[in-house]
Antibody, heavy 118, light 107 residues
Framework: EVLLAESGGGLVQLGGSLRLSCAAS????????MTWVRQAPGRGLEWVAN????????HYVDSVKGRFTVSRDNAKNSLYLQMNSLRAGDTAVYYC???????????WGQGTLVTVSS | DIQMTQSPSSLSASVGDRVTITCRAS??????LAWFQQKPGKAPKSLIY???NLQSGVPSKFSGGRSGTDFTLTISSLQPEDFATYYC?????????FGQGTRLEIK
């Protein structure tokens, strides 16, 4: 069974940092692009970042470029999102998800909540 | 950036109804269009990819279609578990973008 489990969310101060993790089981992430999607409270879904199987290619939404870094450790079957210079607008539930074939999301994690407070 | 505009934003329907949600792309996205279902407090669930292909395990009551730059999600014979929020997404080009969502409520 494919499972994705995010962790690392919590309350952080404005301008602070947080590192999210996503542990995968039931498949090897080394074979897949992976993605992060977020959802602010009461709002819609927003794509955050994609990373290629070997980490050689990464893409970000403009609002997080230069502040967030997506990475992966295929040996640990885990995906990460390092978030720096956090803003109030980064408050959201962050989901990791698997991409397959042409870039479609097939499996989602349950999400982890990040709250940025002043 | 490609804007995805969903309509309607909310929809009331009865059990047994057939409903259609539309998503319009501001530019061409080929067939790189997906649909997701999300229930309150839960992670999204993938329903359809490539305009009309059902994800594994998704019942055939869900179907996707296209007319030009308009994409549709049709749900037939609504059941209580189908009342949720639905999102479209284009993954043709970066930045990947989602529609604003359509909330499907019980009438």
């Amino acid at each position: 069974e494919v499972l994705l489990a995010e962790s690392g969310g919590g309350l952080v101060q404005l301008g602070g940092s947080l590192r999210l993790s996503c542990a995968a089981s039931g498949f090897s992430i080394s074979n897949y692009w992976m993605t992060w999607v977020r959802q602010a409270p009461g709002r819609g879904l927003e794509w955050v970042a994609n990373i290629k199987q070997d980490g050689s290619e990464k893409h970000y939404v403009d609002s997080v470029k230069g502040r967030f870094t997506v990475s992966r450790d295929n040996a640990k079957n885990s995906l990460y999102l390092q978030m720096n210079s956090l803003r109030a607008g980064d408050t959201a539930v962050y989901y990791c998800a698997r991409l397959w074939n042409g870039g479609e999301i097939d499996y989602w994690g349950q999400g982890t909540l990040v709250t940025v407070s002043s | 950036d490609i804007q995805m505009t969903q309509s309607p934003s909310s929809l009331s329907a009865s059990v047994g109804d057939r409903v259609t949600i539309t998503c319009r792309a501001s530019q061409g996205i080929s067939n790189y269009l997906a649909w997701f279902q999300q229930k309150p407090g839960k992670a999204p669930k993938s329903l359809i990819y490539g305009v009309s292909n059902l994800q594994s395990g998704v019942p055939s009551k869900f179907s996707g279609g296209r007319s030009g730059t308009d994409f549709t999600l049709t749900i037939s014979s609504l059941q209580p578990e189908d009342f949720a929020t639905y999102y479209c997404q284009q993954y043709n080009s970066y930045p990947i973008t989602f529609g604003q969502g359509t909330r499907l409520e019980i009438k």
